[in-house]
């Protein structure tokens, strides 16, 4: 069992992570509202969109079952525990024992896996749909995502995120140009595990990878938008966590502890702002045609495989 | 009765008193059905209490006897991989038995006397093969297995049964060819059967490599690997269903337990390749057994290919601790077999779950065409509940077994990546991007099966009108869904008990793998997992918003579920009705079209049936050359005779009275 402060810090970081969840969809909104010369609804309407349907009813079709009903939660709650695992504030993670990166890509894959079927128990075709492609992506996704943690982790001798963390922050790059190309690589599986064009555009389109969706109301939908919101902040941190930690707390001096309370919301803007500005700047695509996209970012991957085995 | 190898002996005398029993009371059936049940409950608990100690104490029990062969003594051994064969085959029948007890009836008037019977023999030639330590009873068992297993296969009589069955007795009874010929060249250098003498002669070279490339090929078809996979998605779903979950859950693991036993416990996996060629095949097998699988549209059909993902990926384990032997890193040696022997068990687990669940939607609709099914969730809550828990861990989700097996396997691979070998660099990285797609692909897969059995809509009538399955059924199926629960949370206590398997195999000190709850591959240093710690928090996060919804509820409206599901002006259009082939296996067919066509030009099925084909036609060229140069030459020539002789017979009485005074003549003239 980890200490009851790194307890604290780590409920703490999920805590921090799940309130600005909204915000920083409200960040992407808005910039998409400006490159489509909109005024747009302002960066606080994902909050105000929550608490409206916190009060409204759930209301749902006959056919769906139990899992439809729990799959909001569980989704949430999943992501709550990387929130709580992932080095946020700090080099290392404070929940060690679950900081694994092979536990986070299962982890990921358990909401991947409730948040299609409830779109094919919500017995809705639009929602079975979306869950068919949501499955599809995971298959098009996890690989590339893997092989570049696997190319830092075998850099670095760990699959502990913390240590990752921890080596690349101490400086020694060991093998800058594979770390490089894998940040790459990860960077791309993010960008579309964050639910991006031109991979999906999930405030137009029903069918798309936010499908399951459709027939979620109410209290149900609002816990399921905190949940997708904040997948979408984990994954971002996931990011900056294990490759670009620079500004988190080595020791827990006031110095330290206010360059990283100020470095966290400026380095997930920055994420935010970036990956909203290419998603704007891109065509939809043709779904079909997503897996020769994909190539490209397992290519990557691939490259610094390679790199590290010749050891540039 | 307190030695293990006496309860062993128990339990193997009650499968067959079992199997005796279902044949005398033939024209009692529901007495043989609940005899054969009994028997095969008891025999399983028999054997797990047989099993336990010597897997918890690691220690290896011998005995010996002449036999009534003289050529052949009877050895039996019970060392700890036997004794952990001995356990999963065990949970499994005891647990199997139980279903049976109610699925059986549905046998009723079609020979279930004959079920119980051959299902008796089957599990008793199992837990006598794993035990025997002496090559001539060892293929006695192995051929026993065999022909026992046929005889479920071929149950239902129909006719894809029959080719099923007749499919599976080939590659069979090729494999255990291939096997005979590996003992044979071992026995030719030994001079005796035993396996002991085997162990003694620490071959070398290239009749080593012949050895173990015969046993591993033989063995492999039995374990269902690519290429050697085609019978099993045929055999397995043909028998009925609890047949079907142990010939899944523990028969194919008794060909990767002969890959083991030849290549490390007799041969000593002395190169290095050996177990990268295991690791390849059990790579390929795993991404291309579960890319079929979701093409799959039957249910059980799509378990058992799923079952040759699963061997994949023991046999990876397998492949990473033969490694780890022949290049002296003893860790990796451990971390991979143990990464196998839990994979192993939790396989046995959650593919028998998933198996005994079809079963239990095949008894109450009829049918395994999962378009044909939906909407059970409701109509089968149990049947669901626990359905969904194999599916679950099928696809290796935190916190349940299949999860820390393939988490082993995944750090087996990575410690690999870590060598200075530039092969073994190179190998374990791709095992590992392989067994991401695997999982990434079981994940669309189960989410298919469970998501188009079990909700949304009924698609027919017999789904519509499904009800629960029995209570034995039911209670068996949530015992296995209980026990991948107790795999996957008391992983910090089952992992030591592989690691001490393992260790057996290796000749090593037992690697240290779990401190309290925590689990490590053997250094802390390069990861470190709690599952009790995973398994609270993600019980107890979700409270969170549960916490959050309740307490801003207001004046908020409880749930309301009614109502049809919002499709757009499109709910009578079929095309957008969710079906198996257009869920998940349509994009993912399309985008891996290249490996789907790998599976018609390489499956030695179609090969075969090319072959033949080709016999065939050459032979309906051939047959009528007789015909066609010389009978009908011969005909021809008749014929034209005929018709030369028709112009004799022209119709006029005059010509006729010419010819009867032409004859006259001649006669006359030949008188004279």
């Given at each position: 069992?980890?200490?009851?402060?790194?307890?604290?810090?780590?409920?703490?970081?999920?805590?921090?992570?799940?309130?600005?969840?909204?915000?920083?969809?409200?960040?992407?909104?808005?910039?998409?509202?400006?490159?489509?010369?909109?005024?747009?609804?302002?960066?606080?309407?994902?909050?105000?969109?929550?608490?409206?349907?916190?009060?409204?009813?759930?209301?749902?079709?006959?056919?769906?079952?139990?899992?439809?009903?729990?799959?909001?939660?569980?989704?949430?709650?999943?992501?709550?525990?990387?929130?709580?695992?992932?080095?946020?504030?700090?080099?290392?993670s404070p929940v060690g024992a679950a900081a694994d990166l092979i536990t986070f890509a299962y982890v990921f894959a358990l909401a991947r896996f409730?948040?299609?079927?409830?779109?094919?128990?919500?017995?809705?075709?639009?929602?079975?749909?979306?869950?068919?492609?949501?499955?599809?992506?995971?298959?098009?996704?996890?690989?590339?995502?893997?092989?570049?943690?696997?190319?830092?982790?075998?850099?670095?001798?760990?699959?502990?995120?913390?240590?990752?963390?921890?080596?690349?922050?101490?400086?020694?790059?060991?093998?800058?140009?594979?770390?490089?190309?894998?940040?790459?690589?990860?960077?791309?599986?993010?960008?579309?595990?964050?639910g991006k064009l031109p991979f999906d555009m999930a405030e137009a389109e029903q069918e798309l990878q936010e499908g399951p969706l459709t027939e979620?109301?109410?209290?149900?939908?609002?816990?399921?938008?905190?949940?997708?919101?904040?997948?979408?902040?984990?994954?971002?941190?996931?990011?900056?966590?294990?490759?670009?930690?620079?500004?988190?707390?080595?020791?827990?001096?006031?110095?330290?502890?206010?360059?990283?309370?100020?470095?966290?919301?400026?380095?997930?803007?920055?994420?935010?702002?970036?990956?909203?500005?290419?998603?704007?700047?891109?065509?939809?695509?043709?779904?079909?045609?997503?897996?020769?996209?994909?190539?490209?970012?397992?290519?990557?991957?691939?490259?610094?495989?390679?790199?590290?085995?010749?050891?540039? | 009765?307190?030695?293990?190898?006496?309860?062993?002996?128990?339990?193997?005398?009650?499968?067959?008193?079992?199997?005796?029993?279902?044949?005398?009371?033939?024209?009692?059936?529901?007495?043989?059905?609940?005899?054969?049940?009994?028997?095969?409950?008891?025999?399983?608990?028999?054997?797990?209490?047989?099993?336990?100690?010597?897997?918890?104490?690691?220690?290896?029990?011998?005995?010996?006897?002449?036999?009534?062969?003289?050529?052949?003594?009877?050895?039996?051994?019970?060392?700890?991989?036997?004794?952990?064969?001995?356990?999963?085959?065990?949970?499994?029948?005891?647990?199997?038995?139980?279903?049976?007890?109610?699925?059986?009836?549905?046998?009723?008037?079609?020979?279930?006397?004959?079920?119980?019977?051959?299902?008796?023999?089957?599990?008793?030639?199992?837990?006598?093969?794993?035990?025997?330590?002496?090559?001539?009873?060892?293929?006695?068992?192995?051929?026993?297995?065999?022909?026992?297993?046929?005889?479920?296969?071929?149950?239902?009589?129909?006719?894809?049964?029959?080719?099923?069955?007749?499919?599976?007795?080939?590659?069979?009874?090729?494999?255990?060819?291939?096997?005979?010929?590996?003992?044979?060249?071992?026995?030719?250098?030994?001079?005796?059967?035993?396996?002991?003498?085997?162990?003694?002669?620490?071959?070398?070279?290239?009749?080593?490599?012949?050895?173990?490339?015969?046993?591993?090929?033989?063995?492999?078809?039995?374990?269902?690997?690519?290429?050697?996979?085609?019978?099993?998605?045929?055999?397995?779903?043909?028998?009925?269903?609890?047949?079907?979950?142990?010939?899944?859950?523990?028969?194919?693991?008794?060909?990767?337990?002969?890959?083991?036993?030849?290549?490390?416990?007799?041969?000593?996996?002395?190169?290095?390749?050996?177990?990268?060629?295991?690791?390849?095949?059990?790579?390929?097998?795993?991404?291309?057994?579960?890319?079929?699988?979701?093409?799959?549209?039957?249910?059980?059909?799509?378990?058992?290919?799923?079952?040759?993902?699963?061997?994949?990926?023991?046999?990876?384990?397998?492949?990473?601790?033969?490694?780890?032997?022949?290049?002296?890193?003893?860790?990796?040696?451990?971390?991979?077999?143990?990464?196998?022997?839990?994979?192993?068990?939790?396989?046995?687990?959650?593919?028998?779950?998933?198996?005994?669940?079809?079963?239990?939607?095949?008894?109450?609709?009829?049918?395994?065409?999962?378009?044909?099914?939906?909407?059970?969730?409701?109509?089968?809550?149990?049947?669901?509940?626990?359905?969904?828990?194999?599916?679950?861990?099928?696809?290796?989700?935190?916190?349940?077994?299949?999860?820390?097996?393939?988490?082993?396997?995944?750090?087996?691979?990575?410690?690999?990546?870590?060598?200075?070998?530039?092969?073994?660099?190179?190998?374990?990285?791709?095992?590992?991007?392989?067994?991401?797609?695997?999982?990434?692909?079981?994940?669309?897969?189960?989410?298919?099966?469970?998501?188009?059995?079990?909700?949304?809509?009924?698609?027919?009538?017999?789904?519509?009108?499904?009800?629960?399955?029995?209570?034995?059924?039911?209670?068996?199926?949530?015992?296995?869904?209980?026990?991948?629960?107790?795999?996957?949370?008391?992983?910090?206590?089952?992992?030591?008990?592989?690691?001490?398997?393992?260790?057996?195999?290796?000749?090593?000190?037992?690697?240290?793998?779990?401190?309290?709850?925590?689990?490590?591959?053997?250094?802390?240093?390069?990861?470190?997992?709690?599952?009790?710690?995973?398994?609270?928090?993600?019980?107890?996060?979700?409270?969170?918003?549960?916490?959050?919804?309740?307490?801003?509820?207001?004046?908020?409206?409880?749930?309301?579920?009614?109502?049809?599901?919002?499709?757009?002006?499109?709910?009578?259009?079929?095309?957008?009705?969710?079906?198996?082939?257009?869920?998940?296996?349509?994009?993912?067919?399309?985008?891996?079209?290249?490996?789907?066509?790998?599976?018609?030009?390489?499956?030695?099925?179609?090969?075969?049936?090319?072959?033949?084909?080709?016999?065939?036609?050459?032979?309906?060229?051939?047959?009528?050359?007789?015909?066609?140069?010389?009978?009908?030459?011969?005909?021809?020539?008749?014929?034209?005779?005929?018709?030369?002789?028709?112009?004799?017979?022209?119709?006029?009485?005059?010509?006729?009275?010419?010819?009867?005074?032409?004859?006259?003549?001649?006669?006359?003239?030949?008188?004279?």
């Amino acid at each position: 069992m980890p200490s009851f402060d790194l307890l604290c810090l780590a409920v703490l970081q999920a805590v921090v992570l799940l309130a600005i969840a909204p915000l920083m969809t409200g960040v992407s909104r808005m910039i998409r509202a400006r490159m489509h010369s909109r005024r747009g609804p302002g960066v606080l309407q994902d909050y105000r969109d929550i608490v409206k349907l916190l009060k409204r009813q759930d209301v749902a079709p006959a056919s769906a079952g139990f899992v439809f009903q729990a799959t909001p939660y569980v989704l949430l709650g999943a992501m709550l525990l990387l929130a709580m695992a992932l080095p946020v504030f700090t080099r290392h993670s404070p929940v060690g024992a679950a900081a694994d990166l092979i536990t986070f890509a299962y982890v990921f894959a358990l909401a991947r896996f409730f948040f299609a079927l409830s779109g094919l128990d919500s017995g809705s075709s639009f929602a079975g749909i979306g869950a068919s492609r949501e499955v599809t992506m995971g298959v098009l996704v996890e690989p590339t995502m893997i092989l570049s943690l696997v190319v830092v982790a075998l850099v670095e001798g760990s699959t502990n995120l913390g240590s990752m963390s921890a080596s690349i922050a101490g400086g020694y790059l060991q093998a800058p140009m594979a770390i490089l190309l894998a940040m790459a690589a990860f960077a791309f599986t993010v960008f579309i595990e964050m639910g991006k064009l031109p991979f999906d555009m999930a405030e137009a389109e029903q069918e798309l990878q936010e499908g399951p969706l459709t027939e979620y109301s109410g209290a149900s939908l609002a816990v399921l938008k905190l949940g997708l919101g904040l997948k979408k902040i984990v994954l971002a941190q996931f990011l900056l966590g294990v490759f670009l930690p620079f500004g988190n707390l080595d020791t827990f001096t006031a110095g330290d502890i206010a360059l990283a309370v100020f470095a966290l919301p400026a380095k997930l803007l920055a994420i935010f702002v970036l990956a909203g500005l290419i998603e704007n700047s891109m065509a939809r695509g043709r779904y079909m045609l997503t897996s020769r996209v994909t190539w490209i970012g397992f290519g990557c991957a691939v490259l610094a495989f390679v790199f590290y085995l010749t050891g540039l | 009765m307190n030695t293990p190898l006496e309860l062993l002996l128990l339990s193997v005398l009650l499968y067959l008193a079992g199997a005796l029993g279902s044949l005398l009371l033939a024209r009692r059936e529901s007495l043989a059905i609940l005899c054969s049940g009994v028997t095969g409950l008891l025999g399983g608990v028999v054997g797990v209490v047989a099993s336990l100690p010597v897997l918890l104490s690691g220690t290896t029990q011998r005995f010996v006897t002449d036999g009534p062969f003289a050529f052949a003594h009877f050895a039996a051994r019970l060392d700890p991989l036997a004794a952990l064969m001995v356990f999963v085959i065990s949970v499994l029948v005891a647990v199997c038995s139980l279903y049976a007890t109610a699925y059986v009836r549905e046998y009723a008037g079609r020979g279930a006397w004959a079920m119980g019977f051959f299902m008796n023999l089957f599990v008793a030639s199992m837990v006598a093969l794993v035990v025997s330590d002496n090559a001539f009873y060892f293929l006695i068992f192995f051929e026993m297995m065999s022909l026992a297993s046929y005889f479920l296969v071929i149950f239902d009589q129909h006719e894809e049964a029959v080719s099923a069955g007749f499919l599976y007795f080939l590659i069979a009874h090729a494999g255990s060819v291939l096997i005979m010929a590996a003992f044979f060249i071992l026995y030719s250098h030994s001079g005796n059967l035993d396996f002991d003498s085997f162990r003694a002669l620490h071959l070398t070279g290239p009749m080593a490599s012949l050895v173990f490339l015969l046993a591993f090929v033989g063995f492999g078809a039995k374990a269902g690997m690519v290429p050697l996979h085609s019978w099993l998605p045929r055999a397995h779903p043909a028998a009925p269903s609890h047949a079907s979950a142990l010939m899944s859950g523990v028969m194919v693991k008794v060909g990767v337990f002969g890959i083991i036993k030849v290549g490390i416990d007799l041969l000593g996996a002395t190169a290095s390749w050996w177990g990268l060629l295991v690791l390849a095949v059990g790579a390929i097998s795993a991404v291309l057994g579960v890319l079929y699988a979701l093409a799959e549209k039957d249910l059980k059909r799509l378990l058992a290919y799923s079952t040759v993902e699963n061997v994949g990926i023991i046999l990876m384990g397998v492949g990473a601790g033969m490694v780890g032997i022949a290049a002296h890193l003893p860790l990796l040696a451990a971390i991979g077999l143990l990464a196998a022997f839990y994979h192993l068990l939790n396989h046995a687990a959650f593919k028998g779950l998933l198996f005994l669940g079809a079963g239990a939607i095949l008894y109450r609709t009829h049918t395994k065409d999962m378009d044909q099914l939906g909407g059970l969730a409701t109509r089968m809550p149990w049947t669901a509940g626990a359905f969904l828990i194999g599916a679950m861990a099928i696809c290796a989700l935190p916190p349940l077994n299949g999860f820390v097996s393939e988490w082993f396997t995944y750090q087996a691979l990575f410690s690999m990546g870590g060598t200075s070998d530039i092969f073994l660099r190179l190998a374990g990285p791709v095992g590992m991007v392989m067994l991401a797609l695997t999982g990434a692909l079981a994940a669309a897969c189960f989410v298919k099966a469970y998501g188009l059995s079990f909700s949304g809509l009924p698609r027919s009538a017999h789904a519509e009108h499904a009800q629960e399955a029995p209570l034995p059924m039911v209670i068996a199926m949530l015992l296995l869904a209980g026990f991948i629960v107790l795999c996957g949370v008391g992983a910090a206590w089952v992992s030591p008990v592989m690691a001490t398997v393992a260790a057996s195999l290796t000749q090593s000190a037992t690697a240290p793998v779990a401190i309290g709850h925590t689990l490590f591959p053997g250094d802390p240093g390069q990861a470190h997992l709690s599952i009790p710690l995973v398994t609270v928090l993600l019980l107890a996060l979700p409270m969170l918003p549960i916490l959050l919804v309740a307490g801003l509820r207001g004046a908020r409206l409880g749930r309301r579920h009614g109502g049809d599901a919002w499709a757009c002006g499109y709910a009578q259009e079929q095309a957008m009705v969710p079906s198996a082939a257009g869920f998940a296996a349509q994009p993912l067919g399309q985008m891996f079209a290249p490996l789907y066509r790998v599976r018609d030009t390489l499956d030695p099925g179609s090969v075969s049936r090319r072959a033949v084909q080709w016999c065939i036609d050459a032979t309906t060229r051939l047959e009528p050359l007789w015909d066609a140069k010389v009978v009908q030459g011969v005909v021809e020539g008749v014929q034209w005779s005929g018709r030369k002789i028709q112009h004799l017979q022209h119709g006029d009485f005059r010509v006729y009275c010419l010819y009867v005074v032409a004859t006259l003549v001649v006669l006359l003239l030949v008188a004279v």
